[in-house]
T-cell receptor
């Protein structure tokens, strides 16, 4: 494995509540990414980070924010969860060019 | 932005036969093309990748070919085994400022290897 953990692995929450997902790496890589995976859409980039406190938006960033206060941790926050954010969320770290994915977090918004 | 199309969406082969999955991309600036294998309940696992300065790359039973002119690339798995059964994703990437990369994924191919 690439030294990536995600927590929690499963979460059920109600519409309108805030949710934070955590990605932790032990590889000291500079670049980290958050993707969501939905049936028929493959994986789509939400946000990425290119260093501590340095982040940028991806393809589907609306409704999400991120933070990176330490090299090893990248947090994804849904400020007010909606049913359309029910998905599986994957974190990835990048080596030279290749990206390695974590085990995922399955989020259900009811 | 980049658009990646992947075919077929499902593929069944007999054990020992070959499997081919094809992808096309739209952005001529894309220069890195990885392939991922995803088993049920797990994260995608990188199995092979190719850069735009190479036309073909092989790793044991897996090979990838790239045609930059036609903007398509393919995954070839030979001598398939039941453990090859999984969902396979192609992706394309152009470099961001610095060395970050935004991967644009295809929609996936469910490969089933029949014993």
């Amino acid at each position: 494995d690439a030294g990536i953990t995600q927590s929690p692995r499963h979460k059920v929450t109600e519409t309108g509540t805030p949710v934070t997902l955590r990605c932790h790496q032990t590889e000291n890589h500079r670049y980290m990414y958050w993707y969501r995976q939905d049936p028929g859409h493959g994986l789509r980039l939400i946000h990425y980070s290119y260093g501590v406190k340095d982040t940028d938006k991806g393809e589907v960033s609306d409704g999400y924010s991120v933070s990176r206060s330490k090299t090893e941790d990248f947090l994804l926050t849904l400020e007010s969860a909606t049913s359309s954010q029910t998905s599986v969320y994957f974190c990835a770290i990048q080596g030279a060019s290749e990206q390695y994915f974590g085990p995922g977090t399955r989020l259900t918004v009811t | 932005g980049e658009n990646v199309e992947q075919h077929p969406s499902t593929l069944s082969v007999q054990e020992g036969d070959s499997a081919v999955i094809k992808c096309t991309y739209s952005d001529s600036a894309s220069n890195y093309f990885p392939w991922y294998k995803q088993e049920l309940g797990k994260g995608p696992q990188l199995i092979i990748d190719i850069r735009s300065n190479v036309g073909e790359k092989k790793d044991q039973r897996i090979a990838v070919t790239l045609n930059k002119t036609a903007k398509h690339f393919s995954l070839h798995i030979t001598e398939t085994q039941p453990e090859d059964s999984a969902v396979y994703f192609c992706a394309a990437s152009r470099p961001f400022p610095g060395s970050a990369r935004q991967l644009t994924f295809g929609s996936g191919t469910q490969l089933t290897v029949l014993p």
